[in-house]
């Protein structure tokens, strides 16, 4: 069975700072690993995914996540926060053999202080 | 392409209603999914379908939910009667393979039962 544990539901950084949102899955098999953004009263939009190859995987926006297998994790960083990146962030998880179950996160929301 | 096309984007209703909400998925997309979006619960997969053909609908929790897809531009889901525990935002989301893929979410359809 797999998991996506996010933690911190709730995390503040100044403008200009370092965004790290936290990720960690549990896979019985090689995972595809997602970060999905949801902007208020939007659907969700795809940051980045990583699926196999090179383990840093760079997004929209100037994020870009690191798949650690050793750590089970896929964390979200970005090395200058905007105003604009107020939002929540979705990790979500399925299986490289080919599922259509997703299971997402249960969330973070970034505020971002002036 | 105008991304997923979910309607209404707000409903208010009183128990015992019948609620249809209704999408349009991306052309070319064969997969579908409805999930649901509750503060307690997160984001829940309903019900699947690949090919307009229903998969998976092991997370529509009771009878009164059901979901069809006539063909492959449109998809309902359907609560009948409503109840105010089923208030929550529903989103709409289509791929180009069932696994994998990018999930392109639609805006949602936010639904109050009274």
Partial sequence: AQSVTQLGSHVSVSEGALVLLRCNYSSSVPPYLFWYVQYPNQGLQLLLKYTTGAT????INGFEAEFKKSETSF???KPS???SDAAEYFCAVSEASGTYKYIFGTGTRLKVLA | DA???QSPRH???EMGQEVTLRCKPISGHNSLFWYRQTMMRGLELLIYFNNNVP???SGMPEDRFSAKMPNASFSTLKIQPSEPRDSAVYFCASSQQSWANVLTFGAG???TVL
């Fill in chain 1, 75 to 77: 964390h979200l960083t």
């Fill in chain 2, 55 to 57: 998969i998976d609908d």
């Fill in chain 2, 109 to 111: 359809s936010r639904l």
């Fill in chain 2, 3 to 5: 991304g997923v096309i």
């Fill in chain 1, 81 to 83: 926060a905007h105003m």
């Fill in chain 2, 11 to 13: 409903e208010v209703t």
């Fill in chain 1, 56 to 59: 840093l995987v760079k997004g």
